[in-house]
């Protein structure tokens, strides 16, 4: 193939990126630092089986999921995606708030946390002294006011520390939510949420576990740099995508995982904005401060 022009790659850019070139350094930055979402076929289908349920009938046992991947897979961006798919509206004709995400479970097994957090989220008051089932039906009937359609609860895994008498409780106040609300519940955590919930067979046929795992090194890696150079304000083609780059960004990034390769793309980016290169070249790939999130998480064990 012929090389790709400076021209024809500024034609390809997405209109966001193409409107940043003549912007000033410090806006380039923020811009690469911004959150972004690019489809690629695992989320792609995952989004799908999401869509399917939200779109279910209400029933007495919605059925239901659990997504399951280890961290910076790209869990919560995919349910943000979700989000911004089916947004809150003003509820004058269709449901305020269709779809309801919390951003994190409860840092503690703990069923009067699972409620009261929720209704903190809605902003709705409650006595801390009431029961459980008080609670659940205050949180069924601001559901059903707010027209709730698929609820999402995030970071699973938190919640899931403690004996395991203590998560059994949380599984079943997870399981009381879903009956009274009777739509079905995407619950999102790492692989330590698969393995509790296993021991459980009702909660087994209620969700279904979908596994949103670590990439491998190929051409579906290589077309989802090639698309993410394409969000980058650069006015010269990196090729991200050839052999030699993207076994570089593959290897330094070290998990695998999608967080960490679109985290290192964008502080190479940072690097070559900030020293007025037109493009992003391995020396930037190689050399800028990027630490993978294994090594990361591997110092918070030794602290």
Known sequence: M??????????????????????????????????????????ERLLERMDALYNMPEKIRAPSMLVVGDSHCGKSSLVRRFCDMHP???????????????HSCPPEPDEHRLYEVI??????PFRYSDRPSKKLDEVRYQFEQIGVKMIILDEMSNALSGSTNKQRVFMNAIKNLHNAVQRPVVLVGTHEAEFVTISDPQFQSRFKIESLGRWNYGIEFQRFLAKLE?????EQPSLLATSKLSRQIFDRAKSGCIGDFVDLVA??????VSAGAKKITSEEILGCDFSPSSERQDSKREI
Request: charged share 25%.
């Open 2 to 43: 012929p090389p790709v022009t400076d021209e024809q790659h500024i034609a390809k850019l997405f209109p966001d990126a193409r409107n940043m070139l003549n912007k000033s350094t410090e806006e380039k930055i923020r811009f690469v630092r911004e959150d972004r979402w690019l489809p690629y076929a695992e989320a």
């Open 88 to 102: 809150k509206t003003n509820g004058m004709y269709e449901a305020a708030c269709p779809v309801f995400y919390l």
């Open 119 to 124: 209704l903190q989220d809605l902003k709705i």
């Open 230 to 234: 394409l969000t980058l304000p650069f």
């Open 267 to 272: 502080e190479a980016a940072v690097s070559a």
